[in-house]
């Protein structure tokens, strides 16, 4: 798993940003979800979902803020007791360490790009090298030296990476930084049939993204320029050793210098657009690695003929708006970050090449991962398992609409709380807190989301319809307006809200 991957930079699904052709040999070898979705798009309440099977409201981690429950039971767990070695390298992103592992070496919070520190059963160590590389170290060594051949093994192997503020490995930024991407159809997106949800969130790239920590401007080239600045500044090479700083400012420094030749002449337009270009130079930059390093862990399953019996699954905690929107960062039901990157390899059980289009969620993987092993799954856990979709036994499935809810409001990037349904057709989102909205959305004839038709009376009895299903969906998940203002209280009492 990676943090923020957005589906549009995998090239199985989009090849015009970024061409990932180790990521994309799980699908060419596999199956490929084309409406893969979460149920949360944020990172902490994601990975709360993927190992326990429950939604936000039911396991208790709605934001990056709560700890996570450690009463609640989850698959990692049940695999150790039924028998399997287990091991996570990377990044979990809790605030707990992790429970249900015999070995784990994980970053601290967010963790960092460069000479990160990692927490371990034994203490904490700092290992210097670049953090995409050095899990994937991780993994491999265990693979090779600790993992127990008699035993099947489950392994969490979870990158940072294309995380926020995106610090890409030499061999990348010296060749992404040269490089220029195309510009989003709704990258000035006037949000002019929104509600006012999207109009008042914090995540535009021209108001929003900080010139030095996001696209590594330094204060020095700020200060120069006389810019009335006061976001969050470049902290780039804070952990880098000396040989590391020398090479990362022997391209950063000229592009600074550029900036600061250019800048006098630029108006909105033009920065939105520089700003676009740096985000996606280094954003990408950050996925080159983990497409490498995805394809050194692929080639060492072959190499000790592990490959033939070995489920490969790789996905992301959320998607990512590169752009779109005029975004970026996460949190909306909007496509881009709803959505997530799905692929699984399943030798002898799926069909290789395969695309399916059914509505699955986050919420499934871990009855999925459960069946595949013969592990039976707690009857408390809300998923469906996908495993008649990997066998090819799409009669069996019969899931129509997926549910969706999102509740850190205030926090970082202002988006408020709200909830919805999705079908392959239609999209309802429900706005609740502060504000009182509704908005609908038809993913066929508006596959961008830029119409909102809730008011079209044309769309009346589909919104009708919907607003059952929705209501459906909510007691299935046993979600409701007493439970949200529950934990509206809990944010009133921490203070976060008034």
Not at 290 to 309: F, P
Request: with cysteine.
């Amino acid at each position: 798993m990676s943090d923020d991957h957005a589906y549009q930079a995998i090239s199985a699904y989009n090849n015009t940003l970024i061409e990932t052709p180790n990521i994309d040999r799980i699908a060419k070898e596999g199956l490929l979800f084309t409406n893969a979705s979460v149920t949360n798009s944020i990172c902490a309440p994601s990975r709360a979902v993927i190992l326990t099977g429950k939604h936000s409201h039911i396991n208790g981690k709605i934001d990056n803020l709560s700890p996570f429950d450690t009463t609640n039971v989850t698959f990692p767990q049940l695999f150790k007791e039924a028998g399997y070695q287990t091991a996570m390298f990377g990044k979990l992103h809790f605030g707990n360490n992790p429970i249900g592992f015999d070995e784990f070496k994980i970053l601290p919070e967010q963790g960092d790009y460069y000479n990160p520190k990692f927490i371990t059963q034994k203490g904490d160590t700092i290992i210097n090298g670049y953090v995409t590389d050095i899990i994937t170290d991780l993994t491999i060594d265990w693979m090779e030296k600790r993992r127990d051949t008699i035993k099947p093994f489950l392994l969490m192997y979870l990158h940072k990476a294309p995380h926020r503020n995106w610090l890409p490995a030499e061999r990348h930024y010296k060749t992404y930084t040269t490089k220029s991407f195309p510009i989003p159809t709704s990258l000035f997106d006037d949000y002019k049939t929104r509600e006012a949800a999207s109009k008042t969130a914090e995540m535009n790239i021209l108001k929003h993204m900080h010139l030095g920590y996001d696209n590594k401007l330094t204060d020095k080239t700020i200060d120069e320029l006389n810019i009335d600045y006061n976001g969050l500044r470049n902290n780039a090479t804070n952990r880098m050793t000396d040989t590391q700083r020398h090479s990362w400012e022997s391209i950063y420094n000229p592009i600074n210098d550029a900036f600061k030749a250019e800048y006098p002449t630029m108006n909105d337009s033009t920065l939105m657009v520089w700003k676009y270009q740096r985000y996606m130079q280094d954003y990408l930059g950050c996925i080159a690695a983990v497409d490498d390093n995805v394809g050194r862990l692929l080639n060492y399953l072959d190499d000790k003929n592990l490959s033939h019996n070995t489920v490969v699954v790789y996905t992301s905690d959320q998607g990512f708006y590169l752009g779109e929107h005029g975004w970026f960062d996460k949190r909306f039901m909007y496509n881009e970050s709803f959505k997530t990157p799905l692929l699984i390899k399943w030798p002898n059980k799926i069909t290789p090449g395969t695309t399916e289009d059914e509505m699955v969620q986050n919420l499934d993987f871990a009855q999925t991962f459960l069946e595949i092993a013969g592990i039976e799954a707690p009857k408390d856990m809300q998923g469906k398992s996908l495993v008649p979709l990997l066998k090819g036994e799409k009669e069996v499935w019969d899931r129509d609409a997926v549910y969706y809810h999102y509740y850190e409001y205030p926090a970082e990037h202002a988006v408020k709380r709200h909830y919805g349904i999705a079908t392959k057709d239609y999209k309802l989102i429900h706005y609740y807190y502060d504000v009182d909205a509704w908005e609908l959305y038809d993913r066929k004839k508006d596959p961008n989301e830029m119409n909102n038709v809730y008011n079209d009376e044309n769309y009346a009895e589909i919104a009708t319809k919907l607003k059952d299903k929705l209501n459906d969906l909510r007691n299935l998940y046993k979600d409701s307006d007493s439970l949200n203002n529950y934990y509206i209280q809990i944010y009133k009492n921490k203070g976060y809200i008034k």
